[in-house]
């Protein structure tokens, strides 16, 4: 069997960093194929494509979070037994996922491929990129199996501390699909119809990657044919808890559609200036996130164990761990805003530029938030208190989309990095006080 990580033991500052450092890396990896494919569309495409793909990723992340979210409710479910040391319940919790699987799919894939012409009307995309707009999406929704599926299996790696070979087959399907379209779409001048299909493509390589190493190298997660069938407790319990964190998940990327709905009102610049310097924020985000995945897993392991001390230091070492980088990618990407855009769009697209840079130079200040946010937010999940990470998130998108409806009429683009901020500082407080009245 590989290595794992157990941990019930040891220290925790080594064990947290070790296990967020490659969720860490095969985040940046994929994120750097989404910004070579952004950049790729708008200097070799043109900007109203790079508008076109950009109105259908917060689409496409809608459902892949959603699938993220079930995940994540059963890798902590996972996480438990492997802590307890109950691989026969390990076993039939990653059978559970993988049937549910089979028919969750199913159920995203066909009515997104479907009703892609209506989201894009209800999103307000202009007529000179909707026909793009809709065909795009319809390629994405292909994928959405191999997403899921891909997402399973490295759930269930990482709910036994393995969160590098998830990594090691993300890179490799992230270079293939950076690759591809270098090659076809920078050199050969094939169109979007390319990008989407090598995305499905990459999706597809790591899904099956993942199977096959599973099947060959870890034991404790084989499934025998007779075994490949539906707990109904398990899929009671991880629909309690996945149902939850999906709806949790699929908040923010709702939340992120009904911003571009906004934007999408102020030409094609903005939208072409806020999908770029969006991409962004995802870098600066992203890690942030995988911290407080690690902090999930430590959580639920040390429950199993029924180790509360242990839990409550992990906590606080987690938490400035998400203080130390707000801090440091607070400076990277305000001295480097404008350097920044210019990946995105050539030099003669001076206004794209301008608006990207100023929106980075207010956004960069708020990454700090976040981070807190979601340390409270992996903390609570491993703990099993699924539905205060709801209502948070709830909350902050609530206050933030109405924030930037009520200002944008003023403000511009500007007014998002403002509403942002609304919404993660009430999202704090309510988590604070959540957190002291669990301690009680």
């Known amino acids: 069997m590989p290595k794992t990580l157990n941990m019930t033991s040891g220290s925790i500052s080594r064990q947290l960093i070790g296990y967020a450092l490659p969720l860490i890396l095969g985040n940046i990896f994929q994120l750097t194929y989404n910004v070579v494919d952004a950049a790729i569309v708008g200097r070799f495409i043109g900007k109203d494509v790079l508008a076109a793909v950009g109105t259908a990723s917060p689409v496409m992340n809608l459902f892949i979070l959603g699938i993220s979210g079930v995940c994540i409710g059963a890798s902590v479910i996972m996480s438990r037994a492997f802590g307890a040391d109950d691989f026969q319940k390990l076993r039939r919790e990653m059978a559970t996922l993988s049937v549910f699987g089979l028919y969750f799919s199913a159920m995203i894939t066909l009515p997104g491929i479907i009703f892609a012409g209506q989201i894009m009307t209800a999103l307000q995309v202009p007529n000179s990129i909707y026909d793009v707009s809709v065909l795009y999406l319809r390629l994405i929704f292909i994928g959405m199996p191999f997403t899921y599926f891909y997402n399973a299996i490295s759930s269930a790696l990482k709910s036994v501390g393995d969160s590098k070979t998830p990594l090691k087959f993300l890179v490799f399907a992230s270079v293939l699909n950076a690759g591809l379209d270098i090659v076809l779409i920078g050199f050969f001048g094939f169109g979007v119809v390319c990008s989407a ?199 902050q998108i609530t206050i933030r989309t109405a924030c930037v409806y009520a200002l944008s009429q003023s403000y511009g683009i500007n007014a998002i990095p403002a509403a942002c901020a609304n919404g993660w500082c009430v999202m704090l407080v309510l988590q604070v006080v959540y957190y002291f009245k669990m301690k009680k």
């Open 197 to 395: 299909m090598t995305t499905v493509v990459a999706q597809a390589v790591s899904a099956v990657l993942c199977i096959i190493y599973v099947y060959r190298k870890v034991p404790v997660l084989h499934i025998e044919a007779h075994g490949f069938k539906a707990d109904r407790a398990l899929l009671k319990e991880t629909l309690k808890y996945g149902g939850v964190t999906a709806l949790q998940q699929a908040c923010q990327p709702i939340g992120k559609l009904l911003i571009q709905g906004c934007v999408n009102t102020m030409g094609v610049d903005v939208m072409a200036a806020f999908n770029a310097a969006t991409r962004v924020d995802d870098y600066a985000c992203t890690p942030e996130q995988n911290i407080s995945h690690a902090m999930t897993t430590f959580t639920a392991q040390n429950y199993g164990a029924n180790k509360p001390e242990r839990i409550r230091r992990g906590f606080r070492v987690g938490m400035l761990i998400e203080l130390v980088y707000g801090v440091v990618i607070f400076g990277l990407v305000f001295l480097c805003r404008t350097p920044i855009m210019h990946i995105f769009v050539s030099a003669d697209a001076v206004e794209v530029i301008r608006l990207g840079s100023d929106y980075l130079a207010l956004m960069s200040f708020l990454y700090i938030l976040p981070g807190f946010t979601n340390g409270f937010q992996g903390y609570f999940r491993g703990m099993g208190h699924m539905p205060i990470t709801l209502a948070g998130t709830i909350t």
